[in-house]
């Protein structure tokens, strides 16, 4: 096993830092316009952001 690299799990950079303002911004369920509205994207960035994370297995909650 020494010398593979290990394949990096989870979301970096700006993915990780638009969940955790969603994160911190709701306290449960909110809508597409809600989330577009607090990460400060157009409807049509946050549908497909949303999308990305869900599929991902990512929460805010």
Do not use: V, W
């Not at 690299?5 to 970096?12: R, S, V």
């Not at 638009?18 to 960035?45: I, M, N």
Request: proline letters at 7%; charged letters at 25%; a positive charge.
């Amino acid at each position: 096993m020494r010398g593979k690299a290990i394949p990096k799990l989870g979301l970096e950079g700006p993915n990780r830092a638009l969940l955790t303002r969603l994160h911190r911004t709701f306290q449960g369920p909110f809508d597409l316009g809600e989330a577009a509205e607090a990460l400060g994207l157009p409807r049509s960035r946050a549908r497909r952001l949303l999308s990305y994370l869900a599929a991902r297995g990512c929460s805010s909650g």
